[in-house]
């Protein structure tokens, strides 16, 4: 049984740092990309970044390219979105999910997602 589960989100001020991990088990992890995706009240699902299955290639949307890192450590089954300079607009549920063809922008074309981890940034 595939399961993915996030942590490391809660509250944090506007300008601090928060690290979310997203740890898989149930599958062979360095089989899949892995992404991150948020969704704010109101608002439909996004993606974020996303990680190869190597984990040498990453892609970011372009509203956190430069303040967030995505790595993948397929020894540890972990995949960890390093949130650095959050704004108040990064405020959603961050969600993982895992693909087995290789990484994708589109949240549907994902096979697997984890229950997400509640993002907060107070300005």
């Known amino acids: 049984q595939v399961q993915l589960v996030e942590s490391g989100g809660g509250l944090v001020q506007a300008g601090d740092s928060l690290r979310l991990s997203c740890a898989a088990s149930g599958l062979t992890f360095s089989f899949f990309a892995i992404g991150w995706f948020r969704q704010a009240p109101g608002k439909d699902r996004e993606f974020v970044a996303t990680?190869?299955?190597?984990?040498?290639?990453?892609y970011y949307a372009d509203s956190v390219k430069g303040r967030f890192t995505i790595s993948k450590d397929n020894a540890k089954n972990t995949v960890i979105l390093q949130m650095n300079s959050p704004t108040p607009g990064d405020t959603a549920v961050y969600y993982c999910?895992?693909?087995?063809?290789?990484?994708?922008?589109?949240?549907?074309?994902?096979?697997?997602w984890g229950q997400g981890t509640q993002v907060t940034v107070s300005s």
């Open positions: 999910a895992a693909r087995t063809r290789g990484t994708s922008e589109r949240s549907y074309e994902n096979d697997y």
């Open positions: 990680i190869s299955k190597s984990g040498g290639i990453t």
